[in-house]
């Protein structure tokens, strides 16, 4: 099984070039992007930055591997999707989630429930959207997200 975005509806989707490291080591869809402060080009977030510009996303058949290319898709504003994580290629924390759980992006550019208290800006504990859909063995482990960025 892949990592797979399905989009049920989105605010903005834009393909921007990708940071040379994102061009040469790939990412998984479902993964958060921000724009580099140099240059503009799309990185990972990693914690540094200050804010996240949007969900990176890619056409399902280059899910098997991270993608690679010198390009981007990010769907950010008000949407809603859901990301399907393979075993290997984790866009979000494997953790426990519940219904309407905010989501957080931790400094691996991944989803996840669990907000840092101690985190200043830029450290790693920005909120991205709601889970509408909790991911279990039942639904491929697919996570709804409401994005709200």
Known sequence: MANKVTRRYSGIEDQLPASSS??????????????NATDGTMELYDGTQDEVYGMIIDD???LRNPPTG???TIVG????MEVQNSAVNES??????????????DTN???T??????????????????CYQVPTANNSYTIGV????
Request: glycine fraction near 12%; hydrophobic fraction near 40%.
């Open 22 to 35: 994102v061009a040469s080591t790939g990412w998984y869809p479902g993964q958060f992007g921000c724009k």
């Open 113 to 130: 429930p669990h907000y840092n208290a101690t985190a200043t800006v830029g450290s790693g504990s920005i909120r991205v959207g709601a």
């Open 77 to 80: 504003g008000m949407a809603k």
């Open 146 to 149: 409401l994005l709200r960025l």
């Open 92 to 105: 979000y924390v494997n953790t426990t989630w519940q219904l309407m759980d905010t989501i957080y992006v």
């Open 109 to 111: 550019a991944r989803m």
């Open 60 to 62: 399902d058949n280059e």
């Open 70 to 72: 010198n390009l981007v």
